[in-house]
C-alpha cells in the first residue's frame, strides 16, 4: 500500500515507517522536523524489502494544499497521523500550542483527505484521553475525562475524526497508546527528543551520565510506593498494531478505537531499579512534588485489540523493555546527531 505517514520521522512513527517498508509498502513521510529526525527516516528506509521505501518530505500537516498534493501525486491509499504536541506539562502551561498543533492541525489534514478522496486514517491516540480511571484496567468504553490539555486535544480528534465519517466517509481506527517505550531491536533506532521529558530515557540519559539525577515526580500518589504507574509499551509492538490497523481499515472496518498496552503497571520507582538492574549501576534519583495533569494509575485493557485485530505485544517484560531502551541510549547518547 501506499501511506502517507504524517509525523513518520518522530519516535513511534518512525519505527512504524521501518515495518512499513520492511514488508513492502510504499512510505511517503511527510514531517516539519520539529521534533522528528531526518536520519530516522533514512535509518527506517534502509529496512525496506520486497519493494518498499520510504521518502521524507519536509512541511506542515497544516498546510492544506501540500497535504492534498501529496495526496493525489503519491496515489496515498491510507495516512497514518503521528504528528503532534504530546507533552502533558507542556500542555498544561502552553493549552494555545496544543489546540492549534493538534485539533487545528488536523482539521486541515482531514480536509485535505476529503479533497483527495482519501478515506482511511489510523491516528495516535492516547490513553490520555481518560484522565483519573474508575476501575483497575481501562477498557476503551471507560469514561473520558482528560486531566490534561494534551489528553483533552487527542480526545477532541477522535470526536472530529467520527464526525468526518458520517459527513464524508473517512473511517478510522484510533491507537490509544499507553506508554511507549523502548528502541527498535537493532539499536539503530530509539527515542530521542530535546529535550527529554520522558521517565525512561530521562533514567538511561542519567546512568549515562549525561543528567545529573532523575527526578521523581510525587511520591504521595494512592498507590503502593506513592509513584506514579504506567504501563510501558514497546514501540515495535504498537507499529505492529498500526499494520494490523490499516490492514482492517482496507478490509472494511467501520471508525474504531484500540487500547495499546501490556495491562501491567509499573511504578515511577519500579522503573529506576529495573533500570538499574539493566544497567548494572546505581542511577541517582530524588524525590520532588508532582507534575501537574499527571493522573495517579493508568493501565490498559487490551482485549479489544487482541480480539479484533489480532494484536498481542512481544514485549510483556518491563526489563526486556528497558534493556532494548538501553541498547539505543548507550549506543547513540547523542540521538541521531
Ligand atoms: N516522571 C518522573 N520523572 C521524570 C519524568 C516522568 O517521575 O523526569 C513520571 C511522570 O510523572 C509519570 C511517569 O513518570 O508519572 C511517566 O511519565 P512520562 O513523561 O514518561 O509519560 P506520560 O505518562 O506523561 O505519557
Known amino acids: ?19 512499513l517498508v520492511s514488508r513492502g509498502h510504499l512510505v511517503t513521510v511527510l514531517d516539519n522536523l520539529s521534533t522528528g529526525h531526518a536520519k530516522a527516516v533514512e535509518v527506517a528506509g534502509k529496512a525496506a524489502a520486497g519493494g ?7 512541511g506542515d500537516v497544516g498546510d492544506r494544499e501540500r497535504v492534498g498534493e501529496l495526496l493525489v501525486s503519491r496515489e496515498i491509499d491510507a495516512v497514518m497521523h503521528f504528528a503532534a504536541a504530546s507533552l502533558v506539562g507542556e500542555s498544561m502551561r502552553n493549552p494555545a500550542k496544543y489546540w492549534r ?4 492541525c488536523a482539521v486541515e489534514l482531514l480536509d485535505a483527505m476529503v479533497d483527495s478522496g482519501v478515506d482511511k486514517i489510523v491516528f495516535s491516540s492516547s490513553a490520555a484521553v481518560y484522565g483519573e480511571p474508575t476501575t483497575a484496567l481501562i477498557s476503551e468504553d471507560h469514561a473520558k475525562a482528560p486531566t490534561s ?36 531491536s537493532s539499536g539503530e533506532m530509539g527515542e530521542a527528543h530535546d529535550p527529554e521529558t520522558h521517565l525512561i530515557p ?9 543528567r545529573e539525577k532523575v527526578s521523581i515526580f510525587g511520591t504521595d500518589y494512592p498507590t503502593e510506593d506513592g509513584t506514579c504507574i504506567r504501563d510501558y509499551i514497546h514501540v515495535d509492538d504498537l507499529a505492529d498494531a498500526h499494520l494490523l490497523a490499516m490492514d482492517a481499515l482496507s478490509s472494511g472496518a467501520a471508525t474504531t478505537a484500540y487500547n495499546l498496552g501490556n495491562g501491567t503497571g509499573f511504578s515511577v520507582l519500579q522503573v529506576v531499579r529495573e533500570s538499574e538492574q539493566a544497567v548494572g549501576r546505581p542511577i541517582p534519583a530524588t524525590r520532588e512534588g508532582r507534575r501537574a495533569g499527571d493522573p495517579a494509575v493508568l493501565v490498559a485493557s487490551a482485549e479489544r485489540a487482541a480480539s479484533e485485530l489480532g494484536w498481542s505485544p512481544n514485549y510483556t517484560k518491563l526489563g526486556d523493555i528497558i534493556a532494548s531502551a538501553w541498547k539505543w541510549h548507550d549506543s547513540h547518547p547523542h540521538g541521531y546527531s
Open 1 to 19: 500500500m501506499r501511506v502517507l505517514a504524517v509525523g513518520g520521522a518522530g519516535y513511534v512513527g518512525s519505527h512504524v515507517v521501518r515495518h
Open 52 to 58: 518498499g521505501c520510504a521518502e521524507l518530505v519536509v
Open 101 to 104: 498543533n493538534n485539533v487545528g
Open 149 to 184: 490539555t494534551y489528553g483533552m486535544t487527542k480526545l477532541a480528534i477522535e470526536h472530529m475524526l467520527r464526525g468526518y465519517d458520517q459527513a464524508h466517509g473517512i473511517r478510522s481506527i484510533s491507537l490509544r497508546y499507553f506508554n511507549a517505550a523502548g528502541a527498535h
Open 202 to 210: 530521562i533514567v538511561l540519559r542519567t546512568a549515562i551520565g549525561l
